[in-house]
């Protein structure tokens, strides 16, 4: 069975431009949270979705937003690119929106900002 | 602030040394305390601890949850130059109606041979 896929790998952005990450989850999985990796740090809660609703949102700008398709998969989108919204971004699925022990994690896509 | 707090935030060992890396956490409405293991993108699951002093076993790793110290430690035994990774810790718990994951800066742990 395919894990959770990310989309795409790597991509480089300007600043003030827009860009917009995908994930699909495992199949069956309900509930997709996404997470911000800045190196050196441990991932930042950003959303969760579940059943495409908002079921959780950390500190970030209103410049993110995501949302949840109907079959599950998720895209993130955020705005107005700042050098500082370089980072790792990884996607999480899982059968509910509170098991996170059985929260599996996709390979991430690297946005580099410049 | 910091809610989850991980330490030391590297080391370096020797193939065949025993390491702890410890974590403790400062949240209301505790529900589980989560290791995780990274070594080049997707962290990769290794133990959930929800009851204090249940120890959680899975070959030469083992973890232990202290609910009154709000902390737990990840021992790894007879270290393997593939233990070399980054250890995150994370802190489940209630936020109202949902629930949030937060994640320690993590340990980067290099095994020599």
């Known amino acids: 069975d395919a894990g959770v896929t990310q989309s795409p790998t790597h991509l480089i952005k300007t600043r003030g431009q827009q860009v917009t990450l995908r994930c699909s989850p495992i199949?069956?999985?309900?509930?997709v949270s996404w997470y911000q990796q800045v190196l050196g740090q441990g991932p930042q809660f950003i959303f969760q979705?579940?059943?495409?609703?908002?079921?959780g949102r950390g500190n970030f700008p209103d410049r993110f937003s995501a949302r949840q398709f109907p079959n599950y998969s998720s895209e993130l989108n955020v705005n107005a690119l700042l050098l500082g919204d370089s980072a790792l971004y990884l996607c999480?699925?899982?059968?509910?929106?509170?098991?996170?022990?059985?929260?599996?994690f996709g390979p991430g896509t690297r946005l580099t900002v410049t | 602030e910091d809610k989850v707090v991980q330490s030391p935030l590297s080391l370096v060992v020797h193939e065949g040394d025993t390491v702890t890396l410890n974590c403790s956490y400062e949240?209301?409405?505790?529900?589980?305390l989560l290791w995780y293991k990274q070594e080049k993108k997707a962290p990769t699951f290794l133990f959930m601890l929800?009851?204090?002093?249940i120890e959680k076993k899975s070959g030469r790793l083992s973890s232990i949850l202290d609910k009154k110290e709000l902390s737990s430690i990840l021992n790894i035994t007879a270290t393997q130059t593939g233990d070399s990774a980054i250890y995150l810790c994370?802190?489940?718990?209630?936020?109202?109606?949902?629930?949030?994951?937060?994640f320690g800066k993590g340990i980067t742990l290099s095994v020599r041979p």
């Open positions: 999480a699925s899982s059968l509910l929106t509170g098991s996170v022990n059985e929260q599996y």
């Open positions: 199949s069956g999985h309900k509930s």
């Open positions: 979705y579940y059943e495409k609703e908002e079921r």
């Open positions: 949240v209301t409405n505790f529900r589980s």
């Open positions: 929800t009851s204090s002093g």
């Open positions: 994370a802190v489940h718990y209630y936020t109202g109606a949902n629930s949030k994951l937060t």
